[in-house]
């Protein structure tokens, strides 16, 4: 069904805009697009491995033709109607910031809910990863860190783990009933086809810059990107 959703124009008036939203579950992945270049092949060299340790499996946001899952409201438990594997997408986005290249790397859940009651949860949730590097020009760049996002903030380290230097190993969890955040840490995980931001079709680039996922916040658009890099900086 066609949702009305605010969307930003570019002069600052909020604009309306209808869009297809249907089931998160039956929203199909996009084929991998990343840019080419050395940018390219430092967004593929760092692609994490994710690994659920709590709540929903990662899916796909958006589809090829601009259909937009609609999400799932808190009920039942924390993975219930949300746990199939291989529905996922890994988003990415690169670019110079305050003079080192960086690169974030998001996920979208249809729902954040910790508990099986469900309390202080809500539909769709968004995390990400940034990592920080000199040079994707190098032929081995340094590494100055990486942070993970969680309820607002960054959780910052020199040190992440990394499968033999290049993919990154990040987890999705819960700690004492708090809603859902990511971490580095060396478990099993899967990696998804990946959506780079600047690679894309404009028609799509403008659902990530418009659609209201209410209390989840897509952290890559051009409203949150910048701002995000800011707070991740190391």
Not at 55 to 71: D, E, L, M, R
Not at 87 to 108: E, L, S, V
Not at 154 to 182: A, C, I, W
Not at 195 to 218: E, H, L, P
Request: with cysteine; aromatic share 12%; net charge positive.
């Amino acid at each position: 069904m066609p949702a009305t959703q605010p969307e930003h124009a570019d002069s600052g008036v909020l604009t309306k805009r209808q869009w297809s939203t249907i089931p998160h579950d039956q929203v199909k992945y996009i084929g991998e697009t990343v840019r080419g270049g050395t940018e390219g092949n430092a967004i593929r060299r760092y692609e994490p491995f994710l690994h659920i340790a709590h709540g929903c499996q990662s899916y796909a946001a958006v589809s090829a033709s601009g259909q937009v899952g609609g999400g799932l409201k808190p009920s039942g438990g924390p993975s219930s109607g949300c746990n199939a594997v291989g529905n996922g997408q890994t988003y990415a986005r690169g670019i110079w910031h305050r003079g080192r290249y960086a690169i974030m790397y998001a996920w979208y859940f249809p729902k954040d809910q910790s508990t099986a009651l469900g309390i202080g949860g809500h539909r769709h949730d968004w995390e990400n990863v940034v990592i920080w590097i000199d040079n994707p020009a190098n032929a081995n760049p340094r590494v100055f860190g990486a942070a993970a996002s969680g309820h607002g903030k960054y959780k910052k380290t020199t040190n992440p783990q990394m499968r033999d230097g290049g993919n990154l190993q990040v987890e999705y969890y819960t700690s004492t009933f708090k809603n859902h955040e990511l971490q580095f840490k060396t478990s099993p995980g899967w990696n998804h086809d990946m959506v780079d931001y600047d690679a894309i079709k404009q028609q799509i680039r403008t659902i990530f810059d418009s659609y209201n996922w209410g209390k989840a916040n897509c952290p890559f658009n051009k409203w949150n990107f910048i701002k995000n890099l800011d707070l991740a900086w190391i």
